[in-house]
């Protein structure tokens, strides 16, 4: 049976955890969708562009992942790439509460949609996107946070910030 999966998120800007859960879902599914949404309730410092680019710069090394940008619903992107699993990393209790919440919505949408929620890495609980933004603004060291072509993007919005 051909597994097809998806990721969604905003990703602004990627992390090592969202490469985590990437390359660990990759290993599971036939094909893996890593989905660049348009969220209208976040103010991204990134483009869509932009944050396609860094995630597909730091998947390049996964064959059967594809990353695309979308605007809509994500059980309408499921639908239209034939996708039977929504993959959703979390990393406590409070991301699984509110993860839930949005999984059984969509279920109500979608029912034949299968949402997995993926535990990040122990060494990625604490990554989170608005943060590495608010550290590297203030001149933090977020090598170790995030993939090598982030820091490229982060060094060009932060000049003289990021190391």
Known sequence: MNK??????????????HINVIE???AMFDKLYVVVAHNINKSC?????????????????LD?????????????YAKERGCSVMIRGVRSE???????????TNKL???????????????????RSSQIKEMVAFGANISKMVP????????????????
């Open 94 to 104: 409070h991301d699984f509460s509110y993860e839930f919440e949005i999984a059984m």
């Open 109 to 127: 949408l979608y029912p034949s949609l299968e949402v997995i929620f993926l535990p990040t890495d122990q060494n990625y609980i604490i990554l």
């Open 24 to 26: 660990r879902s990759a």
């Open 64 to 76: 059967n992942v594809i990353v695309e940008s979308y605007t809509g619903l994500s059980v309408d």
């Open 148 to 163: 090598e072509p982030v820091l490229k993007y982060l060094e060009e919005k932060y000049p003289n910030k990021s190391k």
């Open 45 to 61: 410092l990134f483009t869509p562009e932009e944050r396609v680019e860094m995630m597909r710069e730091s998947v390049r090394h």
């Open 4 to 17: 097809i999966a998806f990721f969604p998120g905003t990703f602004d800007p990627p992390t090592l955890g």
